[in-house]
């Protein structure tokens, strides 16, 4: 069984800092690309960062320059400097990877379960 857990959020002013932190457990054999999502209350859920396993990142336009991704083995972080109040949300934690499941390999996107990133302006 796969599992990501997310930690890290919380509560801040504007123009502070937080840092996320994912960690994947499970039978993995391979993580190819491993990212952060985000949804704000009345939103759709919307793309902030990735970074896959060649190690070419991605980010979105309203977190370039403030928010950095960066991976440890199984674990992936998301550095959020500057914050803004509208970057508000819950964020998720995603990973696209191959895992052995009932003994067949299955390649999968997961999801974790959220942490709550507030701003106050």
């Known amino acids: 069984q796969v599992q990501l857990v997310e930690s890290g959020g919380g509560l801040v002013q504007a123009g502070g800092s937080l840092r996320l932190s994912c960690e994947v457990s499970?039978?993995?054999?391979?993580?190819?690309?491993m990212a952060w999502y985000r949804q704000a209350p009345g939103n759709q859920r919307e793309f902030v960062a990735s970074?896959?396993?060649?190690?070419t990142i991605t980010y979105a336009d309203s977190v370039k320059g403030r928010f950095t991704i960066s991976r440890d083995t199984n674990m992936v972080y998301l550095q959020m400097n500057s914050l803004k109040p509208e970057d508000t949300a819950v964020y998720y934690c995603?990973?696209?990877?191959?895992?052995?499941?009932?003994?067949?390999?299955?390649?999968?996107?997961?999801w974790g379960q959220g942490t709550q990133v507030t701003v106050s302006s």
């Open positions: 995603n990973a696209d990877l191959a895992a052995r499941i009932s003994g067949i390999m299955t390649n999968k996107i997961y």
């Open positions: 499970g039978s993995i054999f391979m993580i190819n690309t």
């Open positions: 970074r896959n396993s060649r190690g």
